[in-house]
């Protein structure tokens, strides 16, 4: 029988496992997919510090559409030889998608051990046990993008929050079209943004910046940078400067191998490469599943075809904003954002134990919110 083998339980993961299926319909084909956690967990959700409302069975989405779900860790791939080792034990495959996510820039300084971070439910559950129901901390954030800005407007409704950024100006990379938007809003939630500030070492009472000076705090938190998951250095491919790889218009890196998700460099448009987002994660996921299926079924591929590309960044009591384009046209703010980003949060949410309802979502690209 053959095999389509899906590396990866995120949302290109479980989306790429889903539109297989739905391919596959009533033939004879064998979908796996492979990540050592039973759940699947809603990144975009994590700055809430809600690590329950961030995570999903894998098994509600999965079992109703027939696919296996190997719980192990994915350590090698075997391109040549058509395999990947999985905790010891060697798993052959006709049809690869690699959808193993991304993960944080670790922080480069003396003391790291110290610092919390937001990537995962079990950093986040590492930030709650630690500060527990306190109000009134000091909570430091390193890093002014998405997820800087997102959990640093979450705190300070707690307590008060120091942003740190080494640039010259708040979210570098989301351009000026939102910053005013995004200045007014740390502004009005008392966010003590420092410019042009570089950590040096975190310590357990707080960080210590290049010039020599301290800032006490109960918390540091890291949210710096994301690359492709290791194991992308794995495959003999081109490679961009985030370590993802490069792939054609069908999310195929090349032979038997596809890739969704962070892991993945897809032409968006004809100008513009994806970001890793759970708004590219998921219909990359669902074309390169039905690919990886379709081309052992000798069913015709479809084409990448995503939204076109929008932002909605929370910003805590004070709102949201969401933009348009990949210049970032600010179209929403405050609380008409808001309720927007409420209504995102809620949808990427995947059907649970309806495989006609997971199936047919399977079979959509569109994202279906603010597209």
Known sequence: MSEVLIVGGGFAGVWSAAAAARARGDKDLRITLVAPNEDMVLRPRL??????????????????????????????????GSKVTAEGRSIGYDRL??????????????GAEH??????????????????????????????????????????????????????????????????AITAALAELGVDVRLEVSAASVTGQGVVLADGSEI??????????????????????????????????????SGEVFAAGDVAAALADADHHTVQSCQFATPMGKAAGHNAAADLLGLPLVEFAPDPYVTCLGL??????????????????????????GTILDVIHPPLDDAD??????????NEVAG
């Open 357 to 366: 309802e997971i199936l047919a979502q399977a079979g959509r690209q569109s």
């Open 97 to 110: 998608v690699l959808a193993a996510g991304s993960r944080l820039v670790r922080a480069p300084l003396p």
């Open 115 to 180: 610092l919390f971070d937001i990537d995962t439910a079990d950093g986040v559950a590492r930030l709650n046990a630690h500060l527990g129901d306190r109000t009134g901390f000091t909570a430091v954030v390193i890093g002014s993008g998405f997820t800087g800005l997102e959990i640093a407007t979450e705190l300070a409704a707690r307590g008060r929050v120091i942003l740190l950024e080494r640039a010259d100006v708040v979210a570098p990379e989301l351009g000026p079209g939102p910053r005013p």
């Open 216 to 253: 006490q705090a109960d918390a540091v938190i890291w949210t710096a940078g994301m690359r492709a998951h290791p194991m992308t250095e794995q495959i003999p491919a081109e490679r961009d400067r985030l370590g993802r790889l490069l792939v054609d218009r069908h999310l195929r890196v």
């Open 316 to 341: 805590g009591a004070a709102g949201a904003v969401f933009t348009t384009g990949w210049d970032r046209a600010v179209a929403l703010t405050g609380q008409q954002a808001k309720e927007l980003k």
């Open 47 to 80: 700055h809430k510090l809600d690590p329950g409302w961030s995570r999903v069975a894998l098994k509600r989405v999965l079992e109703p559409i027939g696919v296996t779900h190997l719980r192990a860790e994915v350590t090698d791939i075997d391109v040549s």
